[in-house]
């Protein structure tokens, strides 16, 4: 039997090369490991318990490491009525998450106050913390909350992260 | 014992303070006149008819009439399955009356709910404060002259509120044939009032 002679590049044996930029590659890393903190304040939260069961399965785009630290987190998911009462622990919640950060406003409580107008509830959780993406519904089907976070990973994978930093200078990743 | 004779009880104990007992739907009711003896007549209610559980308090704002509250208090005896409704009335002036919190402990939470939501205090109540709102919100937000909307307030660090757009409100299912939209509008105005609810029409943000 005659011996193969390999030229160049084998991908059997190396793997398939992609080629890419730092930026994209970290943006990609980022963006299927997003940490979920889980701000359950109303029924919103028990569909947001069976997002991450095992029928809809959460972690099958790499969100399954819900934290209950803000510290540990980056994408909040408000779940449930934002009552005036609540809200200024959610932003002290939310200030405590390290940048880069996230939010979901998960069912029409939290985007808009829902049903509840009235003198005890926030009228959207948007008048104090920044949002990123809103999903309809009371509550909203746990697939609109993959959809959300699928979203949400579009969102941070367009994100430049070095491009104009120190960081990108230092490593020559950018032509003067 | 009935809860009626239970009733004749504290009527022959008390004599004038008490009227009734009346009778509705085989429920007991009595009126008690002077709110200053509520612990007294809730005491003997408990100590020698054996009403030792106190399903709820509850209180009525009668705005605009005088007395302003009427408070109702909810008695049942576990072992006897009695139940006996007693009501007071307090009045805007003085706006307080002796806590029962002696008599049931559960009276606490019951007291402190009445005295955030209605701002009536409770004397001899050792922890009165506020239960749902928090401590310096300005307002007691079951009046009736409150608004459903809320008041502005602000107390830094600790919460803040705003004034809710009511958009046509407040919210009520008219009942209809129509989609989810037209039975439960987000926005209510002169074009979506359904033809069904016009004895209920908006003038000029009231349901008429």
């Known amino acids: 039997m005659q011996a193969q002679t390999e030229y160049g590049y084998n991908s059997k044996i190396e793997g398939d090369v992609v080629l890419t930029t730092v930026d994209a590659a970290l943006a990609w890393f980022r963006k299927n490991s997003v940490w979920p903190m889980p701000m359950g304040l109303a029924c919103c939260a028990i569909e947001l318990m069976a997002v991450g069961a095992s029928r809809f399965d959460i972690s099958r785009f790499g969100s399954e490491v819900m934290r209950f630290s803000p510290r540990q987190a980056d994408c909040m998911i408000v779940a449930g009525t934002v009552t005036y009462k609540s809200a200024g622990f959610l932003k002290r919640i939310y200030d405590q998450m390290p940048e880069p950060k996230w939010v979901i406003a998960m069912g029409a409580c939290a985007s808009t106050g829902g049903m509840y107008r009235s003198y005890a509830v926030l009228q959207g959780v948007d008048k104090i913390v920044p949002v990123d993406v809103y999903i309809g519904g009371c509550p909203p089907r746990p697939e609109a909350v993959l959809d959300a976070l699928i979203k949400i990973q579009n969102k941070i994978g367009q994100q430049p992260i070095l491009r104009g930093t120190v960081a990108a200078k230092l490593l020559h990743l950018e032509e003067k | ?208």
């Not at chain 2, 739907?25 to 008819?49: H, M, T, W, Y």
């Open chain 2, 1 to 208: 014992m009935s809860a009626l004779e239970s009733a004749n009880k504290i009527q022959a104990k008390f004599g004038a303070l008490i009227a009734g007992p009346t009778e509705f739907r085989g429920e007991i009711s009595l009126k008690l006149s002077d709110p200053e003896q509520i612990f007294e007549v809730c005491n003997f209610a408990k100590r020698q008819l054996g009403f030792d559980y106190l399903v709820d308090i509850s209180s009525v704002d009668n705005y605009g009439e005088d007395p302003r509250w009427t408070l109702v208090y909810h008695l049942r005896g576990v072992a006897s399955g009695e139940e006996l409704r007693l009501k007071t009335d307090v009045s805007e002036e003085k706006s307080e009356l002796p806590s029962v919190l002696p008599v049931w402990r559960t009276a606490n939470w019951h007291e402190r709910e009445i005295y955030d939501m209605m701002g009536i205090r409770f004397s001899g109540h050792p922890d009165l404060r506020r239960i749902l709102m928090w401590e310096g919100y300005p307002y007691h937000p079951l009046r009736k002259d409150f608004p459903l909307a809320g008041k502005p307030s602000d107390l830094p660090g600790v919460a803040f509120t705003q004034v809710t757009p009511m958009e046509g409100g407040p919210f009520v299912t008219i009942p209809s044939t129509g989609d989810a939209i037209g039975r439960e509008p987000r926005v209510r105005t002169p074009e979506n009032a359904e033809p069904g609810i016009s004895d209920q029409r908006l003038v000029d943000g009231k349901l008429k």
